[in-house]
């Protein structure tokens, strides 16, 4: 009787110092430099969620390097207490077939508080580049095999897997410059030190519409509707059939995040993607917010786990690793 009083009391203590999470900042680790469509998409998330987390300052922490398995490892290696969260990508389901030495277990080591939206990409080049449509760009890389550079943001990165596809769907090889993110790869590649590179439209859409890139297809399926982006083919109908590569975004905590704290950032998230600002700025990036059943952290758990099984065996084929 007194031990199970004491199991109560303890209970209930637990509970109310969750019931006021949080009672300070909380921070959201980026695993990619700042100024990329990672980075984008979680400042104006971080804008959304101030409110539904109380008015506690968020902030974001950018942990880039090896296609975002850095920041990933630092997350699931924090306190569990809600004050450290990760916002990623399809990485978190493209890395565990890419490397071989993970740090992390991507089913494991987490708790999954839902997911946020879907971004298309697109195929980019460097303003001076001489192909002005996609069809011009297959003949100057035909004739200029061998030294064509493309860059992405490191093994396992969004970058990387569209570029992965794009090669060797077009059987040619391309030199990758891999950078911590695609925010300073886009700054070289506006400066003309790499050729190409396949970025989420959250990134590529503001330079397109500026004309400073030359902007050639999506990989989606369909055409999208962006005013920017509505002219842009689709690289299945340039002729690449079945090419179709969309990224997602999701929040994670660490392992061991009691189930009050999850359950109020998930509530939060829900509250934030219906925020009228977040909701324009995600549209008119291209940006699809999710509104399904993939808000819980447990459906989130079963696509990611679903997208581990789709991406590991075309990654696999394509012989790509890294130790
Ligand atoms: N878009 C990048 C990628 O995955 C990452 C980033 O900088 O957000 O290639």
């Not at 990933?72 to 207490?81: E, G, L, Q």
């Not at 449509?133 to 490191?154: D, Q």
């Not at 500026?210 to 999208?224: D, F, I, M, N």
Request: glycine letters at 10%; aromatic letters at 6%; charged letters at 20%.
């Amino acid at each position: 009787m007194k031990q199970l009083l004491i199991a109560g009391l303890v209970a209930a203590v637990a509970t109310s110092a969750f019931a006021e999470y949080p009672d300070k900042p909380v921070t959201i680790v980026v695993p990619f430099a700042a100024g990329g469509p990672t980075d984008k998409v979680a400042r104006d998330l971080a804008e959304a969620l101030r409110k539904p987390l109380g008015g506690q300052s968020i902030i974001i922490e950018n942990v880039g390097g090896a296609g975002g398995t850095l920041g990933a490892a630092k997350v699931a290696k924090s306190a569990p207490d809600g004050y450290t969260l990760l916002l990623h990508h399809i990485g978190m389901s493209t890395a565990p077939a890419l490397y071989r030495k993970m740090t992390y277990d991507t089913l494991g080591d987490f708790e999954y508080v839902g997911m946020v939206n879907e971004v298309p990409m697109t195929l980019i080049g460097k303003p001076t580049l001489p192909a002005a449509n996609y069809a011009e760009l297959v003949k100057w890389m035909e004739a200029n095999k061998g030294k064509i550079n493309l860059a992405n943001a490191g093994l396992g990165a969004a970058s990387h897997l569209c570029g992965l596809l794009f090669q060797s769907t077009l059987k040619i090889n391309m030199q990758t410059v891999p950078y911590k993110g695609t925010g300073p790869a886009m700054t070289d590649l506006l400066g003309g030190q790499v050729d190409l590179m396949c970025d989420q439209t959250t990134n590529t859409t503001s330079q397109i519409a500026a004309g400073s890139v030359k902007a050639y297809a999506v990989t989606t399926p369909k055409r999208l509707s962006t005013p920017a982006l509505k002219n842009l083919p689709t690289l299945d109908e340039a002729g690449l059939k079945g090419f179709n590569v969309s990224i997602w975004h999701g929040m994670y905590a660490p392992k061991g995040t009691p189930k009050a704290v999850v359950d109020k950032i998930n509530g939060a998230l829900r509250t934030a993607l219906k925020d009228p600002e977040f909701m324009k700025r995600e549209e008119a990036l291209g940006a699809v917010i999710i509104t399904d059943a993939r808000l819980s952290g447990d459906e989130h758990k079963k696509f990611v786990a679903s997208e581990i099984a789709k991406w590991g065996p075309i990654i696999k084929a394509a012989g790509e690793y890294a130790d």
